[in-house]
């Protein structure tokens, strides 16, 4: 009978408004969890009968469209959150409800966890590229872990100069150079730290004196430690190495000659230190003369950086946009440790939820693309923050109201259908 017909329309009705009011309570209670993708209700007409009729009969909520759009970023100042801008999602990896493999998030509040793991709050270990002994980020995909053992020291093998020296200068007045008495035999100094094997700092100088006629646009340079620190009877400068810098007449460097190669025995450390000093490329050496050591007019300054440190514990760490974590060292040393893995789906919507802000790999999504941020259309990572849900609460007080309608107007299909059927029922009185 067309009345019972309308009667099971109308409950088809309220089951499936029932369930899209769950789809939106589900979005409002995690309005405030990080990561979280919003899902719609997606409905489709159920037929009475065979396909082409044209009565219908009823509805059906088909499922629950997630809605992978960007969430808000919020500033936590922490350094170990990180939230991703862009298609991607965070690999972890673990167990979770029993199921164990990978699994995707969005949300990004790891923490180190008792063995220097990287973990999100569910315990999963994060994924990433370690660190070639080269320093380099490798290609081979696994846990990250900060390590909990000190960096080692590393004696210093090279230094890059830069700065210029004074084109006006003079020859010195007291003659060519004498270790014996440096500061009057030259016409400028400047000072680096160099460290032993040991991770002990020493003091290098390195004093440079204008050559006198007929050399044109000439110097030379020679390098001293402490005398007492490489084994000498006295104290005082002891000379490890020398050379000669020429300049063109536009005050490029046009060659430079090593004399005397640096290298430094200290006491108690790896003995014959070698340390090559870098004044910049030559015009000799095929450069241009110009990214290190100069010679216009005006007052000579230098400045180097070197490639030693002494021994450090690690302090902190910093996660740049393109997932590189590197470690802050308590001796001013920064290491790279790792790199975030980014995971790209063929498509989002076919991913599975599995609870705690985490989603798995179906047929449907295809297999994950793992790759570094940034990289192959893959997110970019935002450091001390994290992505908010993308829940829109208007929104879904909006869609709560629809619904609520929707439910009440089914129900009067019912209430009618019921009157109508009264009405039969009473035709035979």
């Known amino acids: 009978m067309s009345i019972y017909k309308a009667m099971w329309t109308g409950v088809s009705g ?24 919003m899902s719609r209700a997606m409905f489709e007409d159920v037929l009475g009968g065979a396909v082409g009729q044209n009565v219908g009969g009823g509805v059906r909520m088909n499922r629950a469209q997630q809605i992978f759009s960007q969430g808000t970023m919020i500033n936590t100042g922490q350094p170990t959150d990180v939230a991703l801008t862009g298609e991607g999602f965070f690999v972890v990896k673990g167990s979770l409800d029993g199921v164990t493999g990978d ?11 008792a063995n220097g793991f990287l973990v999100s709050p569910q315990g999963l270990r994060v994924q990433g590229y370690g660190v070639n002994p080269d320093g380099t980020i490798g290609s081979t995909l696994g846990d990250i872990q900060f390590p909990t053992a000190p960096l ?21 007045a007291a003659g060519a150079f004498n270790v014996n008495d440096p500061v009057n035999t030259s016409n400028f100094s400047s000072t680096m730290k160099v460290y032993d094997s040991l991770g ?21 340079y020679n390098v001293t430690v402490e005398g007492t620190e490489v084994g000498q009877p006295t104290p005082g400068p002891f000379e490890i190495g020398s050379g000669t810098l020429t300049f063109d007449t536009s005050g490029a460097l046009d060659s430079s000659v090593v004399g005397t190669p640096v290298s430094a025995s200290f006491t108690g450390a790896a003995p014959n230190q070698a340390i090559d000093l870098d004044f910049g490329t030559s015009i000799a050496a095929g450069g241009t003369g110009l990214d290190g050591i100069t010679q216009p007019a005006g007052a000579s300054s230098v400045s180097a950086s070197g490639d030693g440190y002494a021994s450090g514990t ?3 760490v910093r996660i740049e946009s393109d997932g590189q974590v590197m470690g802050v060292y308590s001796n001013g040393e920064d290491m790279a440790l790792a790199q975030l893995a980014v995971a790209k789906f063929a498509t989002n919507d076919g991913l599975g939820r599995a609870g705690h802000n985490s989603w798995i790999a179906t047929r449907k999504s295809g297999e994950a693309m793992i790759g570094k941020a940034g990289e192959g259309g893959r997110a970019a ?49």
């Open 14 to 37: 309220l089951a499936a408004e029932g369930q899209a009011l769950g789809v939106v309570g589900d979005n409002v209670a995690n309005s405030n969890t990080i990561g979280f993708k």
């Open 103 to 113: 699994f995707f998030t969005r949300a990004g509040n790891f923490t180190p966890d």
């Open 152 to 172: 080692p020291p590393k004696a210093s093998t090279e230094f890059e100069l830069n700065g210029s020296l004074d084109a006006n200068a003079t020859v010195p």
């Open 200 to 220: 002990n700092s020493h003091d290098l100088t390195v004093y440079f004196s204008k050559s006198p006629a007929p050399a044109t646009n000439e110097w030379t």
């Open 314 to 316: 690690l302090s902190g």
């Open 381 to 429: 990572v935002v450091s001390g923050a994290l992505e908010q849900s993308n829940v829109d609460i208007a929104g879904q007080f909006v869609a709560m109201i629809s619904h609520q309608r929707a439910f009440q107007a089914n129900s009067k299909t019912i209430t009618t259908a019921d009157e109508m059927l009264q009405e039969v029922v009473n035709l035979k009185r």
